[in-house]
């Protein structure tokens, strides 16, 4: 009976290393080797695969995608598999592809989904819903189109009346019941407002009472609260409340105590440098000094930093194409180009609720990817020239013959 008891236990074992291996976001990137068989859409052969969590790439990797999903990644070009096309990768490097976590689009932005979608952004979180939600009320029709990047929506920004958004509340029993009645809809994070002075105008701000019932009553309906701060006092409101991601690097200096305690609490960063490099040389300002500043010693110090431009919400140019700018300035910050494809990727998915189905390349996950002729681990400008993207599993650029 011992005996088999601890056959059946090493059995277990088996299974759970077998199938853990992929669901376990923190373990390094573990291939399989060929389990499956029948017909599959793709094989990409001989791709090099940058793993995201672990910083380095993975040369040799075939993947076999069905529909939507990578089904199988194995080191061999042998299998038995049949498959409806086969793309030789010739050594080109595979990147999960990027998302944008604080993006603006209006009910007419369709066209920069496709743009998106086809430079590489395959998803993208829009932060700020009008009062009514109509753009949550378009998310699903959308992302039925694999040629769109795949949108995620907040609610209305979270305010006081006349405040800083479009989602009024003016108590905590309001706070309680506005994200009873979003999270009911469908929304993918909650999105407040901590500000009272911004762009030369003063606005009412929600008490902290009001924050901690929010981020409270959001914890338990299973979502994140995401909450636009400019300033270090509001900044500490955030933290004590518990929020779990800031929208936009501070523009005043941040004490070291702070972003110590902000990584103690493990609170994700969008810097938003795009948009401070915008506002420095339209204005002329010092915030955007602060906000790098800001930026360097919270990333030297192991913060969690993740990608996001605030594409549309302001009046200053942004890449529409590839983020290239966001991008160059996180390099100006110090961020290694490790870091900056997993702020990206991982750390983005996982701000946004989705690392359940992508931001790294693993088994059971979208197929979400960027095809590459360079290492972008050393050369991230070579993703402003993929050859192939794929968003879920639909390719939706390639090159021309």
Not at 50 to 56: E, F, L, S
Not at 81 to 89: F, G, L, M, V
Not at 131 to 149: M, W
Not at 314 to 339: C, R, W, Y
Request: proline share 4%; charged share 20%.
């Amino acid at each position: 009976m011992k005996k088999q008891i601890l056959i059946l236990l090493c059995f277990s074992i088996a299974l759970l290393l077998l199938f853990g291996c992929s669901q376990n976001p923190e373990s390094d990137f573990s291939p399989f080797s060929p389990t499956g068989a029948g017909e599959v859409d793709y094989l990409i052969t001989n791709a090099n695969i940058v793993d995201v969590i672990g910083g380095k790439i993975l040369p040799g990797y075939t993947l076999a995608i069905r529909g939507q999903i990578i089904v199988d990644i194995f080191n061999s070009t042998d299998s038995d598999y049949q498959s409806n096309e086969t793309i030789d990768a010739n050594g080109f490097y595979i990147v999960p592809g990027f998302i944008n976590a604080h993006a603006h689009i209006t009910t007419e932005s369709e066209p920069q989904l496709k743009k998106w979608a086809a430079c590489g952004v395959t998803s993208f979180r829009n932060l700020a819903d009008t009062a009514d939600g109509l753009l949550l009320s378009k998310r699903d029709n959308f992302n039925e189109d694999a040629f769109n990047a795949t949108m995620l929506s907040s609610t209305p920004i979270i305010t006081k009346p006349s405040g800083y958004g479009r989602g009024y509340i003016d108590s905590v029993e309001e706070a309680v019941e506005m994200v009873k009645v979003q999270a009911a809809k469908g929304v993918d994070v909650i999105k407040i407002s901590i500000e009272d002075n911004l762009q030369g105008k003063l606005w009412p701000m929600l008490t902290f009472d009001e924050v901690k019932a929010l981020v409270d009553e959001a914890h338990f309906q299973g979502l994140n609260v995401c909450a636009h701060v400019t300033k270090t006092a509001k900044l500490q409101t955030a933290i004590d409340a518990g929020v779990d991601e800031i929208a936009h690097m501070v523009v005043e200096k941040v004490p070291n105590s702070m972003i110590k305690k902000m990584i103690e609490l493990e609170m994700m960063w969008i810097p938003t440098m795009e948009l401070w490099k915008g506002v420095d040389e339209r204005y002329h300002s010092n915030e955007y000094e602060f906000a790098m500043n800001n930026l360097k010693r919270f990333y030297k110090k192991g913060g969690v930093v993740v990608f996001g431009t605030d594409f549309g919400g302001f009046s200053t140019p942004f890449d529409d194409g590839f983020p290239i700018t966001e991008v160059h300035e996180l390099q100006k910050a110090g961020m290694s180009n490790e870091d900056i494809i997993k702020a990206a990727t991982y750390n983005a998915a996982y701000s946004c609720g989705i690392l359940g189905r992508t931001g790294t390349i693993e088994n059971g996950k979208l197929a979400d990817m960027i095809i590459c002729s360079e290492n972008p681990l050393e050369n991230l400008d070579t993703l402003t020239e993929p050859l192939y993207v794929i968003n879920r599993g639909t390719i939706v650029l390639e090159p021309i013959n």
